[in-house]
């Protein structure tokens, strides 16, 4: 079984895998620090659907980029598991990756080669990346990254789309301020209700991986390590 694990401003997102599907989803509202409520919910979930850290193989986190607090949190409370359920592996997953395969199936729908996620920076910015995606029918990368994490302000998306030479008609868009982005240009903005970092597109990315068989290391999107993805320089270091 897999479980993973996303959070942002003020949810925690949880979803539990067995093999291909989906055994449970849910999102966590919270008003409290987060350290002081993310184990135990963990913990409640787990019991909820009637199985423990003994029946997790693998746990997949959504690292980042995003706020400081809850990349430590989640990554210290992901460190503090694997190391007391020692059976149980590490995926570390590139959240705005897992933004984008949320919308994986969306975009092929679409027939289109890029999907571009956008994540809250907690300035006036937006964390973005673009993703290619792959149509080889064959064990590989469900897309590869096209250019580096960026931080941008949401008024220079049509810049930053010019500078990384994105064709508007061939972009997804899936993310934070996509109602301002919708305005401001003529692109293909996703129908996924929920347009922030989920757990579920983390670990179905995680599933993607591991059903195929593709070296985790060998992506620049995920890792066999919890390490916080960040944009800014660090505040924090975690090891």
Not at 65 to 92: E, V, W
Not at 185 to 197: A, F, G, R, V, Y
Not at 204 to 233: C, D, G, H, M, Q
Request: proline share 3%; glycine share 4%.
């Amino acid at each position: 079984m897999i479980i993973s694990i996303q959070t942002s401003t003020s949810q925690l997102s949880l979803t539990l895998f067995n093999d291909n599907n989906i055994i449970n989803h849910r999102t966590i509202n919270f008003n409290k620090e987060l350290s002081e409520i993310i184990v135990p919910k963990i913990k409640m979930f787990l019991q909820d659907n009637s199985i423990s850290f003994n029946d997790i193989s693998y746990l997949a986190i959504g690292c980042g980029p995003g706020s400081f607090t809850g990349i430590r949190t989640i990554i210290s409370t992901g460190l503090g598991i694997t190391i007391s359920h020692n059976h149980i592996k590490s995926i570390g997953i590139n959240s705005l990756a897992g933004l984008a395969m949320s919308v994986l199936d969306e975009a092929k729908n679409l027939k289109l080669n890029y999907i571009v996620s956008s994540i809250d920076s907690k300035t006036d910015d937006i964390f973005i990346q673009s993703f290619k995606i792959n149509y080889i029918k064959n064990k590989s990368i469900p897309f590869v990254v096209n250019n580096d994490i960026d931080s941008i302000k949401i008024e220079n998306l049509y810049n930053y789309f010019v500078v990384n030479k994105l064709i508007l008609k061939d972009i997804l868009f899936i993310g934070h301020k996509y109602n301002v982005a919708k305005k401001l240009i003529n692109l293909n903005i996703s129908q996924k209700l929920e347009q922030h970092p989920d757990s579920l597109g983390v670990g179905k990315l995680a599933l993607y991986l591991i059903r195929n068989k593709i070296t985790i290391n060998e992506t620049n999107f995920a890792s066999n390590k919890f390490k916080p993805v960040y944009v800014r320089p660090a505040q924090i270091n975690i090891k």
